[in-house]
């Protein structure tokens, strides 16, 4: 995959590289806040939507960008790990959308419940990325110097 003849895994990396954190910080925030949930939740929510979805492209138009390459090494690392990307920032979305309905009057377990998974799948999605981002950085720039 191409856009104007310049593959498209580097261009939606950096969306994936940006949001994701962006949105799991984010969804820190309201897990932690009340004040912050009701005013910025929606928003959250929204970005979390996004960030996956950057995250799902990565993967897609890096699988598509590899080919039927099998690598070893530090690239191996990177594919592993990008197959595994979307699964956290996709309970992000889940998480963070729970937690926001849990703050609209549901019962204090429920609310809990949903603040704890967002922390964990916060944490989760902020972890990968930066693994993911590292050794595909390190495949490219480590290879040229």
Do not use: C, N
Request: hydrophobic share 60%; aromatic share 4%.
């Amino acid at each position: 995959m191409d856009i104007l003849g310049l593959p498209l895994h580097p261009l939606v990396v950096h969306a994936a590289v940006v949001l994701l954190p962006l949105a799991a910080l984010g969804a820190l925030l309201i897990a932690v806040s009340q004040r912050a949930r009701k005013r910025y939740g929606s928003l959250v929510v929204i970005t979390t939507v996004v960030a996956a979805g950057a995250v799902v492209g990565a993967r897609v138009t890096g699988e598509a960008f590899a080919g039927a390459t099998t690598s070893t090494g530090i690239l191996g690392t990177h594919m592993m790990w990008g197959l595994l990307a979307p699964w956290p920032a996709v309970a992000l979305v889940v998480s963070s959308l729970l937690l926001v309905l849990a703050g609209r009057g549901r019962s204090r377990p429920f609310l809990v419940t949903a603040a704890l998974l967002t922390v964990v799948s916060a944490l989760a999605s902020i972890a990968i990325i930066i693994v993911v981002g590292h050794a595909g950085s390190a495949s490219v720039w480590g290879a040229q110097g």
